[in-house]
Each structure stands twice: as C-alpha cells, then as structure tokens.
C-alpha cells in the first residue's frame, strides 16, 4: 500500500451534534426547569398558594426577577394565578406539582450532603428567619426513623423571626404549618435564634433544656431523632468527644 492510499483511508472527522438533538433527559429537563430560581419558586409554592410579596420574603429574589420568573413558569404551565380572598396568588398547576420529587430530592442532598462538600458554615443560618428552618424540615427528616410514627411538636419561638408553628412527623413524612397544633405531643419553646442552632445541629437540645434557653413539655418523644442535622456539625461533635 503506497502513501497515496493510505491518506484517502482516513476516517472522515466526527461531526458533533447539536446539543437539543441528543436525548439526553437530564439536559432536556434542565432546558425547561434549570433556571436558577424555577425549582425555588416551585419548593415555595408546593405548600399552598403564595402571594407576590411572600414569595420576595421567603426567597429574597428581587421584584423584577420575580415578575419575569413568574410569568415564565406560567407561560409553561407550571404556574397559575389565583384568587386568594381579596389578593391574588399564585399556585402549582398539576405539571408543577409533578416536580416535588426533583425538589425534594434536590433539597435532601443538600442537607446530607451539599453542606459538608461545599464546606458551608451553617452557623450563619441561625441568623436567618426561622421559618426558613421549620419549612426545611421537610427535606431533613429521616424516613427511615419517621416510619410508623405519628407525633406532633408544637414549636414557639420568640424574638426575631419569632412565632408558632406545629410540626407533624408522620409514617415517613414531615407536614409544617403556621400556628397552634391541635393535639401536640411535645411543645418546644426558645427564642428563634437558639431554636435554629438546636434544629440545625448547631446546639445541643439537651443542653439547651438544662441551662434554660429552651423548654420542652410533653412526651419524651424529641425531635432530633426524626431529623438529619447538617453533617459538618456531627463531626465537630464527634471530635470532641
């Protein structure tokens, strides 16, 4: 075979496809889902129906982000208005409401693993409202210890960022709503800030309890057993032990 025939047998380059003709469904469900703040508003909303201005205090995005973000998630069906008494609101159609898995799932691996691996200092997470936390704690229970259980905590916080939530842990779940339980089982009550570190692994409830920056009655059942804390501050805590 001569050099001539050896040129002519190159194979030809390979051509790379556009990147929307290739049936990648992760790539594909980030194209109408992967903008920063669609999967937010959608976590934000899975719990009800939510004001304009609500929605600006629970996720600090700025009016005209929000307003673009809104329509958008409409535009695709995620979204629809809604009257909520004499204001209106925003809710999840049944297509939004399809992507709580991918929220959840999101939202669990940032608090089992995302902090450690990205070396966030939760600490400055006190510092934040408290409701924040409490409606977290949806993504931090730990289905494994929830199941077949049924207990309900009553949370009331004082200070800033204060005021009273009821926690229910339920075969596996984890419901959060505003105000009063109806039956609570076990009743915390702290100042917001402390609450927060006691939530987040940050503190240690029972000495919280003993030193008097936080009280609880009721049944022995406690919260920290249903809940995954923030991974960085169990290995402090296992350091210094």
């Given amino acids: 075979m001569n050099m001539a025939e050896i040129v002519t047998t190159r194979p030809e380059p390979v051509s790379i496809p556009r990147p929307e003709g290739i049936f990648d469904p992760v790539a594909r469900a980030l ?32 009016p005209r982000v929000l307003s673009a973000r809104l329509r958008e998630l409409a535009a695709k069906g995620f979204v629809e208005a809604v009257a909520q008494g004499s204001r209106s609101a925003y809710a999840l159609t049944e297509q939004g409401r399809s992507l709580e898995p991918v929220v959840v799932a999101i939202g669990r691996w940032w608090i089992r693993r995302g902090l450690d691996a990205l070396g966030i200092d939760a600490e400055r997470f006190t510092e934040t409202s408290a409701r924040s936390v409490l409606e977290a704690l949806p993504f931090m229970v730990r289905e494994e210890r929830a199941r077949g259980a049924d207990v309900t905590f009553e949370i009331r916080l004082h200070g800033t960022g204060g005021g009273v939530w009821s926690v229910r842990v339920h075969d596996g779940t984890c419901t959060v709503r505003p105000g009063f339980a109806e039956r609570a089982d076990v009743r915390y009550t702290a100042d917001a800030r402390v609450w927060c570190g006691v939530a987040l692994g940050l503190r240690d409830a029972r000495e919280a309890v003993k030193t008097g920056l936080m009280t609880k009655e009721g049944g022995r059942e406690a919260m920290d057993h249903y809940f995954h804390q923030v991974p960085a501050a169990e290995r402090r805590k296992e350091k210094q032990s």
């Fill in 31 to 62: 194209e109408a889902v992967g903008d920063r703040w669609t999967l937010v508003l959608v976590g934000q909303l899975l719990g009800g129906p939510c004001g304009f201005q609500a929605l600006r205090q629970r996720t600090g995005i700025a």
